[in-house]
């Protein structure tokens, strides 16, 4: 059975690339089509679009996770595989222009497993083993993804895989996706051991990753990130703008991005509880 590390970017699923070797690590990487916050470093930039065979402008997550994806595969020796999906753009259009929300919470599936899925389908045969990042405090997101899994232990996607015999639309089939496993669980590491890890190597990581305005967030946090990243936020405020409904039932991005600070915030005023996540 072959293996792959899912990567995020993030410190906890690099260490287990840095530290648990499988067959291929894969990264999906989250685009947007906003000039406004366009990746600036043209010559990396270009190098990206290598990477992922496709236009890359900008992405809805911190810039440092294209060095952190750079600098992760020089440090560990092994090639990266990046792959990419639509744009969250397209994504969007794809869903009548509904926005992805706590009940309708699609953006995780359109632009990081499924772009992996197909990866894997086309490039592996057989069975897969898939390690994930879930810490030893993380048990109950990995008993949730255990109880998604079929009679032979396998999480179950749904993906392209052709076109119909009169080529008028997409062939869809469900396939066997991985089999999960947590390697941090499994040698009861939390975030300290990780934090501990990574210091003095040379990879860079962003404050937080997954995207800037994670609708998962707390309001307050999205206003740190929003004056951390005003372009890329933004961004979001606009697809609230453009399109139907909120990321947020109760509150806008732009009323959130207009927010008076009534303290100054740091970076060490959140945790991990407040960052929302994939669930990749």
């Not at 089509?33 to 600036?40: E, G, L, R, W």
Request: charged share 30%; hydrophobic share 35%.
């Amino acid at each position: 059975m072959k293996t792959i590390n899912s990567l995020s970017g993030g410190k906890t699923s690099s260490y287990i690339a840095a530290n648990h070797a499988a067959d291929y690590d894969v990264f999906s990487l989250v685009r947007t089509m906003d000039n406004a916050s366009k990746f600036k470093d043209e010559k990396v930039r270009k190098l990206v679009e290598d990477r992922i065979q496709a236009p890359f402008i900008s992405t809805a997550e911190d810039d440092t996770i294209i060095y952190t994806m750079l600098d992760l595969e020089q440090y560990i020796g092994r090639e990266i595989v990046w792959v990419t999906g639509p744009t969250f753009d397209d994504v969007i259009k794809n869903h009548s222009g509904y926005l992805p929300n706590k009940v309708a919470r699609y953006c995780t599936t359109d632009m990081k497993t499924l772009p992996i899925a197909k990866w894997r389908y086309d490039n592996i045969k057989g069975d897969v083993e898939m390690r994930f990042g879930f810490r030893a405090n993380e048990q109950g997101r990995a008993k949730k993804m255990l109880e998604r899994c079929n009679e032979k232990g396998m999480v179950e996607v749904k993906i392209i895989t052709g076109r119909s015999k009169n080529n008028k639309r997409n062939k869809w089939e469900v396939i066997d996706y991985c089999k999960p496993t947590f390697p941090l669980i499994k040698d009861a590491l939390f975030k300290d051991s990780i934090e501990e890890f990574w210091k003095g190597k040379p990879v860079r990581f962003a404050y937080m990753n997954n995207c800037v305005g994670c609708w998962w967030r707390s309001p307050m946090l999205l206003k740190h990130m929003a004056d951390k990243h005003p372009l890329k936020m933004d961004w979001f405020a606009r697809q609230e703008e453009g399109n139907k409904g909120q990321f947020k039932s109760d509150v806008s991005y732009r009323e959130i991005i207009s927010y008076n600070s009534q303290f100054q915030l740091f970076d060490e005023d959140f945790d991990e509880c407040d960052t929302g996540y994939c669930g990749i």
